[in-house]
């Protein structure tokens, strides 16, 4: 009996380290930020559509299935709801609810995001022209997770999410970089 009072207790032990490294992360300097940076070789005005055109965005962030909007003009106050099929989940389908706090084409834009009972936060795209035809688009996300399991998971959840948009970058890039070629192409 005492050899099952060990193991049962060893268990709780691993329980409780784990439960409270996951809680020190998630208080770390940068607990629930994203960041990614790339340059393509495009100028602001070739890139800005792709982040606000919805058959665009469909083509290179993965797992978004729809963008509604409660406005055709896009501002800020606009309004946007996205669809997102979660491959980690399933396939089950997500909602999220961004308002555009900032919008100047084709250099920035900021968009409040919100997962009911999920998450919150704000992502901001900046693209700066590097001249000659390139550009750097940086894409900047805080989060804050407000249900209890993912804010104890969030040193998980964030590298991953992290990682996801660095293939979506990585995506855009070649799309807009092949889309560029392509029309210089036809040009000729």
Known sequence: MKWILRIAGGFAALLIIAVTVLLALGHRANAGRVHVSAELNASPDQIWPWLN???????????????????PATRVGTKQVWVMRDENNGGQLMEMEGTFTEYQPPA????????AGMFDGQQTYSVEDLGGGRARLDIDGRYNYSQWFAALLEPLITPAAEKKLVRDMARLKALVEKEKNGTARSAF
């Open 108 to 115: 920035r834009e900021s968009v409040h995001i919100t997962s």
């Open 53 to 71: 055109t919805s058959d665009k965005l469909k083509q290179w962030i993965t797992w978004l299935v729809e963008i509604r909007q409660d406005q």
